[in-house]
């Protein structure tokens, strides 16, 4: 028989990345949650991890076991709730690609919010991170890039979209629904580190011979957009972005989209047919965008 508190010390360690961190998470000491995970090894009669000085990782049977802790954890959770036992709500832990307009998810969340059927936590992350989180287990569900051929999560698509510049409403160019890239030769950029598309928007703007200067190069779309309406620069982004003082112009000949929507675990793929609270709002404010 396997306890639970020896359940939430297995995922407190994945979770958490280290033995250290998750006895801190779990309020035990480390050597008490050591003690736990030799325990559970011994039930299973295999090893979970492979420690390291620096992390810990999961063996084969160790990811293979955590797909039934998630679940088990999920199921008693919700069997306690419904039994109004619970001394809280159920957990989604939601990945949240690093290049979708924060305000979006604050909105949504602050929509879902008095609903009260789950509590959540947003982990914001590139298309690759939250690749690993939801293999490695670490997030329920994420809002990502799909329909990207791997056929690794389970996805529904929510929308597609292309890029666009982004320049301060009294720019010179500000008035032109289109916008050559040779017509920004002399322009100032920002640069977004963190954008999917940075590397196909270099190589456009090379190929015609355009080698803008750089201003300011940064991961915070929020900020990227104040210094654009302050008329620090213009940059290249996709096309949900929106901000007071910035217009969004089209970049003649740079047909590039990207297409956002949810992947979930197989374990968990039941989030796609009935999402909770904040995925409805989330997916609502997105597929509601022009």
């Avoid at 619970?86 to 602050?110: E, F, K, Q, Y």
């Avoid at 500000?174 to 940075?198: F, N, P, S, Y």
């Amino acid at each position: 028989m396997l306890d639970r508190y020896l359940l939430r010390y297995f995922l407190a360690v994945v979770d958490q990345g280290n033995f250290s961190r998750a006895a801190a998470h779990c309020n035990v000491s480390q050597p008490t949650l050591s003690v736990g995970i030799a325990k559970l090894e011994r039930t299973l009669g295999m090893a979970l991890f492979v420690r390291s000085n620096q992390r810990v990782e999961l063996t084969s049977g160790g990811t293979r076991f955590l797909a039934h802790a998630r679940r088990i954890e999920r199921e008693f959770n919700l069997a306690m709730q419904s039994m109004g036992m619970a001394d809280s709500l159920p957990l989604l832990r939601l990945g949240v690609l690093s290049s979708v307009p924060g305000p979006i998810i604050a909105a949504s969340v602050a929509r879902a919010r008095p609903q009260r059927q789950c509590r959540f936590e947003l982990l914001f992350g590139s298309e690759r991170e939250l690749t690993g989180h939801l293999s490695k287990g670490r997030v329920d569900i994420a809002l990502t890039l799909v329909g990207r051929g791997m056929d690794r999560f389970p996805e529904r698509t929510i929308r597609t979209e292309g890029y666009s510049i982004a320049m301060a409403a009294d720019h010179p160019l500000a008035g032109a629904d289109e916008i050559k890239a040779e017509q920004m030769g002399a322009e100032t950029m920002i640069v977004r580190r963190h954008c999917e598309a940075l590397s196909d928007t270099s190589r456009f703007f090379i190929e015609r011979g355009v080698r803008p200067h750089f201003a300011m190069r940064s991961t915070n779309d929020d900020t990227v957009l104040q210094m654009i309406g302050a008329g620090l620069g213009v940059t290249v982004m996709p096309t949900c972005y929106r901000a007071p003082g910035v217009v969004r112009p089209r970049l003649v000949g740079f047909n590039l989209q990207r297409t956002l929507g949810w992947a979930a675990s197989e374990e968990d793929a039941s989030l796609l047919q009935d999402p909770p609270p904040v995925i409805a709002e989330i997916e609502a404010e997105l597929r509601a965008l022009p």
